[in-house]
């Protein structure tokens, strides 16, 4: 089921140039972030790093 959202424009922005790189549109390159969120969020003793 698809719903409208609102995003901030630098959220959007950084999914088009992001999602280009990786081949996504940038509702998809949207969702897979929420779903690295998601996973992050399932699992806290997993280690990440910032850049």
């Known amino acids: 089921m698809a719903k ?3 995003l901030s424009e630098e959220l959007i922005s950084e ?3 992001n ?3 990786q ?3 940038a ?3 949207i969702g897979y972030w929420a ?3 998601e ?3 399932e699992n ?3 280690p990440y790093r910032l850049h």
Do not use: E, M, N, T
């Open 4 to 6: 409208a959202i609102k």
């Open 15 to 17: 999914a088009v140039i």
């Open 19 to 21: 999602g280009k790189a």
């Open 23 to 25: 081949h996504h549109s």
């Open 27 to 29: 509702p998809k390159h």
């Open 35 to 37: 779903r690295i969120g």
């Open 39 to 41: 996973i992050a969020d």
């Open 44 to 46: 806290p003793d997993l």
